[in-house]
């Protein structure tokens, strides 16, 4: 029954992250990127300035204390940065070569707009609760504005089996397979209980706790990973050229081909770029958009420009860091794999012990973002699919159940599943994407003109003066 059920699964991973859905992906990133105008590129600048710039300006509450645009960015950002950034990045080296780091920066750079149009999506139709909290996602613009609510149920469908895999069992193994291994006389099952609590006591409070905690916590998981990391690439600085040789050289290798269209190295890099790429920034998904959905922030446009960063931070710089830590250290050839890899790649400069316990300690905080920020994601589908209290609370009993058995279960089969939960996903909120470019770029369109009238202005005020 297991074989069967895995072979099922196999077969539909096949499908689901084929041809098509790559085909998918890139072409509704690349439409949008022409239809805007190379947004991403051009408004970088204002991006920068309506994101990251406005992080220490004093922060107003919105109405019933809904969240800031910057508690939404770290809490789709927590549901993004994990084991993706670690064990992801290692697997895709060693599935697709190194060409596949490659194909993730062509993930991003498309998935930035794709982020964009979702957050956007999710402000601009998004609702009011009785209580009067704001929310939003694909499956509120998939109802709303495609006026479809099929698609937006089946989205909170896949969206809530996904919490339960990519956002929980994977991530707590993860915890508990590095502790394990740098304790060993640890208890994988007393790990997995630690982590539901800490993780209890955080999901309790609402999206205000969870925003409020990862607001905190995920500048400095990622600042604390990012130190590390950046000190491996200074002693290895030589070796940064060749690596990035070695990734160009991959990603174009035909040779197998035997004169074909692509070789199956190259293929194999495609394909695994962008599923770890999607898998690690959301591009696509949908889901950190549900985050933005609870925020403060009453422009649309303005709120999707974290997509662009997000998309930035943790793909961009997050993975390529890592990919090239494990290109300069020369281990991608070692035949380890996944967070073992990483850490060989560590130990060259640190040593095995203090190697283990870093990684260790990064898998663990990066998993515990993940483990908040996708209980939020997981709680607003089933609200959307069921208004009664009962179920939410059903949902966070299972939720933190999973975190108990992901701690002690052997999960390769669930790996897959989530691979598979990710790319159905993907398939209605990019239908939605696409039924929707009207609303996306015209108010992208709108914004733009905004913008270069304030700039005449200015420049007729300068003048005047």
Not at 87 to 113: D, K, N, P, Q, R
Request: glycine share 12%; hydrophobic share 50%; proline share 2%.
């Amino acid at each position: 029954m297991k074989e069967a059920f895995a072979a099922a699964n196999e077969a539909l991973h096949s499908i689901v992250w084929g041809p098509f859905m790559l085909i998918l992906l890139i072409g509704v990133g690349v439409y949008f990127t022409i239809r805007t105008g190379f947004f991403q590129i051009r408004y970088w600048p204002m991006i920068w300035k309506c994101t990251i710039g406005r992080i220490f300006r004093k922060k107003v509450t919105g109405e019933n204390g809904a969240i800031s645009s910057f508690q939404a960015a770290a809490t789709s950002l927590a549901g993004c940065i994990g084991t993706g950034n670690i064990v992801g990045v290692a697997t895709a080296l060693v599935s697709g070569g190194a060409g596949a780091l490659f194909w993730m920066w062509v993930s991003s750079f498309f998935g930035m707009i794709t982020k964009y149009a979702e957050i956007l999506l999710a402000v601009h139709y998004r609702k009011k609760t009785d209580s009067g909290e704001a929310v939003g996602g694909p499956m509120y613009y998939l109802s709303a504005g495609l006026g479809q609510k099929w698609l937006g149920s089946l989205f909170a469908v896949f969206c809530v089996l996904a919490s339960f895999g990519i956002g929980n069992m994977t991530q707590i193994n993860s915890i508990a397979e590095s502790v394990s291994a740098i304790a060993e006389d640890s208890s994988r099952f007393w790990i997995g209980t630690a982590a539901a609590v800490l993780v209890g006591m955080v999901i309790l409070g609402g999206v205000k706790r969870i925003a409020k905690i990862s607001a905190v916590t995920v500048p400095f998981f990622a600042l604390f990973y990012l130190s590390g990391s950046i000190l491996i690439l200074l002693f290895r600085l030589p070796e940064i050229p060749h690596a990035f040789e070695l990734i160009f050289a991959d990603a174009f290798d035909f040779r197998s081909a035997g004169g074909g269209i692509l070789g199956y190295l190259s293929m194999n890099a495609v394909r695994f770029g962008f599923a770890r790429g999607v898998f690690s920034n959301e591009a696509g998904m949908g889901s950190g958009s549900i985050a933005h959905g609870a925020s403060e922030n009453q422009n649309e446009v303005e709120e999707g420009m974290w997509g662009v960063f997000e998309v930035f931070f943790d793909t961009i710089l997050m993975c390529t860091i890592t990919g090239l830590v494990i290109l300069t250290t020369g281990v991608l050839n070692s035949g380890l794999n996944g967070a073992k890899l990483t850490a060989a790649a560590f130990s060259s400069l640190f040593g095995t012990k203090f190697a283990d316990w870093f990684l260790a300690i990064s898998v663990s905080m990066f998993a515990f973002a993940t483990l908040i920020g996708w209980f939020y994601y997981g709680e607003s589908c089933v609200k959307f699919l069921c208004e009664k209290k009962s179920a939410a609370r059903l949902y966070q009993f299972i939720y933190l159940a999973c975190i108990v058995l992901g701690a002690v279960m052997e999960l390769q089969f669930v790996w897959s599943l989530s691979d598979t939960f990710n790319g159905l996903m993907a398939i209605p909120n990019l239908i939605g994407l696409v039924g929707m470019q009207k609303t996306i770029c015209g108010l992208t369109k709108k914004y733009q003109i905004g913008i270069r009238e304030e700039k005449r202005k200015k420049q007729r005020f300068r003048r005047s003066t």
